[in-house]
Structure formats: C-alpha cells, structure tokens
C-alpha cells in the first residue's frame, strides 16, 4: 500500500458510515454482502446509492436479478455485518433470522429495510455505483448501525 492509500483510508476512517448489508437472489438462493458506501439520493423519485468492490460477485447478481434488498442494521447487528463482509464464509445466511420480502432476502432485525428496482451501474474506480429506485421502505426501531475508526458503534438518539 502507498503513502496516499495508506493515509486516504485514514482520512476516510474519520468519517461515520453507516452499516448496511445489500441483498438479492440469485438463481433462487439469498446472496448479501456488507456496504458502507451507501447515501440516500433522492426523494422524488425515492432513490439511494451504494457501491460494490469490483473483486466480489454481487455486481453480477445484481444485474442478473435487477433488484436488491438494503438492509440498514441495528446497532446490535456488528456479527452480521462481519458475516456478510467475509468472502470465506460459504453461508452468509446461516444462523439469521430473515425472510423474502418480494422473492429479496430482509433481515428480520434490520433499523431499517428498502426494497429497490430499477438499477443503474457506474464505473467508480476499484468499486462499481450502484444507483438504485425505492419502491417500499420500512423502519424497525431507532438504534443504527455505523462504522467509525475502523469499529462499530450502536448509534442512538440522544434522549
């Protein structure tokens, strides 16, 4: 790693991000993975945005299914975040409570869920946009997922 690299991913550890775990089916079976990378974009039309290391393979389930799920985390979700960020483990579903919502996996817990259709892909570097129409979003609770200097924080309201 360069001096650049090495000092950009400093800089960008500094700013909160929150935890999401972007989800679709492939060939019938669930397929996630962790982003932080993820903002919303629009009200009118609903839409968000993500973005995708280019080395995994959800860019191309993706584009297979054309739809995905957002699953923004609870607080209290860091194990499933890490599960889905691993490239080694072959059941990323395994041991979570989640159902399909619209043939899309949810996770059961999740802050929050978005279900997107309409995908457009853009070239970002290492990484690939994903710009993404909301057709149904629902909120579970107020505890948030984040990550901050490389560790993750169960964001809350202050009360």
């Keep these: 790693m360069d001096e650049l690299e090495a000092s950009f991913r400093d800089a960008m550890a500094r700013v909160p991000a929150p935890v999401t775990v972007i ?12 982003v932080s990378a993820f903002a919303s974009l ?11 290391d280019n080395r995994g393979g959800m860019i191309d389930r993706l584009r297979a299914s054309g739809r995905a799920g957002v699953n923004i985390l609870a607080g209290h979700q ?10 080694h483990t072959p059941d990323r579903f395994a041991d ?8 899309l996996p949810r996770l059961t817990e999740a802050a929050a869920w978005l279900r997107c259709e309409e995908l457009e892909f853009l070239p970002g ?11 149904s ?17 169960d964001v809350r309201p202050q009360r």
Excluded: C, N
């Design 125 to 135: 570097g290492d990484h690939t946009v994903v710009v993404a129409t909301v057709v």
């Design 96 to 103: 979570l409570d989640w159902t399909l919502d619209h043939d």
């Design 137 to 153: 979003a629902e909120t579970d609770g107020d505890s948030s997922l984040a990550y901050h200097l490389r560790e993750f924080k």
């Design 78 to 87: 860091a194990d499933a975040a890490i599960k889905f960020a691993s490239r």
């Design 42 to 52: 629009s009200i009118d039309p609903p839409m968000v945005v993500f973005a995708l």
């Design 23 to 34: 989800t679709t089916s492939a060939d019938g079976q669930p397929t996630g993975t962790t």
